[in-house]
């Protein structure tokens, strides 16, 4: 792969604060990153794989922006006690547009009866990019831990007010955005895609 200087990474996704972790994440690798422009629609997630789910929007992009690296991500909780659920319904768990508190309710209320030592859940995030020659690159990332029995915490979003890394005694939401930064399934699923890229020598 040729090393051109300021190539264009477009991240695929309507989240402009993906772009910018993402870049930060990734920073010091030549790229430029930038959004799908706002008009660009992404088809729907409807595999049952976090990879497949980043493929398909990964995919979107490429035939979108030929020239372009781009990059998907897909996300999302995976809960021992509930045999990897909500897993790649994560967003949607407790319906099509549920809200985060919606969600997590539903959570807590299917582990009611779970007790605390079999409460362990991940949070997984895999990334799909596609460099302008077609060729595919997967990186994964996980953060362990566990569930608590109530939210706890105010930053974040999604399930951070209830999930508590392991070494840590507070949830996502009460350690703030830059203890996560450290430890999150995103972070390590881009450490992963640099290491990757640096092999390549993009
Ligand atoms: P997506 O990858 O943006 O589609 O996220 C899927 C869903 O997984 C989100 O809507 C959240 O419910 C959940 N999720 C993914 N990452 C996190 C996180 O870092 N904290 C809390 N919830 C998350």
Same mark, same amino acid.
């Given at each position: 792969?040729? +090393?051109?200087?300021?190539?264009?990474?477009?991240?695929?996704?309507?989240?402009?604060?993906?772009?910018?972790?993402?870049?930060?994440?990734?920073?010091?690798?030549?790229?430029?990153?930038?959004?799908?422009?706002?008009?660009?629609?992404?088809?729907?997630?409807?595999?049952?794989?976090? &990879?497949?789910?980043?493929?398909?929007? =990964?995919?979107?992009?490429? *035939?979108? !922006?030929?020239?372009?690296?781009?990059?998907?991500?897909? +996300?999302?909780?995976?809960?021992? =006690?509930?045999?990897?659920?909500?897993?790649?319904? +994560?967003?949607?768990? *407790?319906?099509?547009?549920?809200?985060?508190?919606?969600?997590?309710?539903?959570?807590?209320?299917?582990?009611?009866?779970?007790?605390?030592?079999? /409460?362990?859940? /991940?949070?997984?995030?895999?990334?799909?990019?596609?460099?302008?020659?077609?060729?595919?690159?997967?990186?994964?990332? !996980? &953060?362990?831990?566990?569930?608590? /029995?109530?939210?706890?915490?105010?930053?974040?979003?999604?399930?951070?007010?209830?999930?508590?890394?392991?070494?840590?005694?507070?949830?996502?939401?009460?350690?703030?955005?830059?203890?996560?930064?450290?430890? +999150?399934?995103?972070?390590?699923?881009?450490?992963?895609? /640099?290491?990757?890229?640096?092999?390549?020598?993009?």
């Amino acid at each position: 792969m040729t +090393s051109a200087a300021h190539r264009r990474a477009i991240i695929c996704t309507g989240n402009a604060h993906k772009v910018e972790e993402l870049g930060e994440l990734l920073a010091g690798l030549d790229f430029d990153f930038a959004a799908l422009p706002a008009e660009t629609e992404l088809p729907p997630e409807t595999a049952d794989t976090f &990879v497949g789910n980043a493929r398909i929007k =990964a995919e979107a992009g490429h *035939a979108g !922006f030929p020239d372009a690296w781009v990059i998907a991500d897909d +996300s999302g909780l995976i809960v021992d =006690a509930l045999d990897g659920a909500p897993g790649v319904w +994560s967003a949607r768990f *407790a319906g099509e547009h549920a809200t985060d508190t919606e969600n997590v309710d539903l959570l807590l209320e299917r582990l009611a009866d779970t007790p605390d030592d079999e /409460r362990t859940a /991940r949070f997984a995030c895999v990334l799909v990019t596609i460099a302008p020659d077609g060729s595919e690159l997967v990186a994964e990332g !996980f &953060v362990e831990g566990t569930i608590l /029995r109530a939210p706890a915490g105010e930053s974040g979003f999604g399930y951070d007010p209830v999930f508590v890394p392991i070494g840590h005694t507070e949830s996502f939401a009460q350690l703030g955005s830059d203890v996560k930064a450290q430890l +999150s399934h995103r972070a390590h699923a881009a450490q992963a895609l /640099r290491d990757q890229l640096v092999e390549l020598g993009a």
